[in-house]
């Protein structure tokens, strides 16, 4: 792993310290070494604010380089690109509902499986939609924390990682979390809603 700045809590005096050799450790929960010396970019603590208040003591990383789709946060987390839960927005027709579906990086969505488990048709949500519905912008769309609520489907392959992945909030933000954390702070169903990626 490459980090070099790892930030998991809120701003506190010990700011701007921080560990003179970053070390290649994944902050966890409590970690006593990471926690609190850096201020997260606003988004991204947002993210861990909404982790605290439902129970769950994830720490949020922030990375050096751009995680912006589940390539890059792979190679940036240095994990497989299927344990990358890419949180994606569509919207059910007609209710205007939103649904996320959280889908493991080696898949694309299959619509109709969606449509299936959701009980209405649905379609891909726009940019605007995406930060409506989630109060973030595509590329760092958490699984949690959104600015209002959303029915949620778990991509059962997730299932098969002790470790995964996901957006915290921002490009650069990731946190890592289990398979069993997601279904429970997403309250989503599990179904299977993959289909092979191209190149995948
Ligand atoms: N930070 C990474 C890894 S966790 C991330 O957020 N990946 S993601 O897959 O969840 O978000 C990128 C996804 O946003 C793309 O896979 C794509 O499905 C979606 N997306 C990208 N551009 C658009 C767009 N213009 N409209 C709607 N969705 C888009």
């Not at 997403?186 to 995948?200: F, M, N, P, S």
Request: overall charge positive; charged content about 20%.
């Amino acid at each position: 792993m490459r980090f070099n700045t790892i930030r998991t809590g809120p701003a506190n005096g010990a700011w701007p310290l921080r560990p003179r050799t970053p070390r290649p450790v994944v902050a966890g929960p409590a970690d006593p070494v990471y926690n609190g010396r850096m201020p997260l970019k606003p988004s991204a603590q947002k993210v861990l604010d909404a982790l605290r208040a439902a129970g769950f003591e994830n720490a949020v990383v922030e990375l050096p380089d751009s995680a912006r789709t589940a390539a890059e946060a792979a190679a940036a987390v240095g994990c497989e690109v299927g344990q990358i839960v890419k949180s994606l927005l569509f919207r059910a027709e007609p209710s205007g509902r939103a649904v996320l579906v959280a889908a493991s990086g080696r898949h694309r969505v299959d619509e109709r499986a969606v449509a299936a488990v959701v009980g209405e048709r649905i379609g891909r949500a726009t940019p605007d939609f995406v930060r409506e519905q989630t109060g973030f912008a595509i590329g760092g769309v958490p699984p949690v924390g959104h600015a209002q609520p959303v029915i949620a489907v778990v991509d059962e392959a997730l299932l098969a990682y002790e470790r995964i992945w996901a957006a915290a909030g921002h490009p650069h933000a990731v946190f890592p979390l289990t398979p069993d954390e997601l279904v429970r702070m997403t309250g989503g169903t599990v179904a299977r809603v993959g289909l092979a990626a191209a190149g995948a």
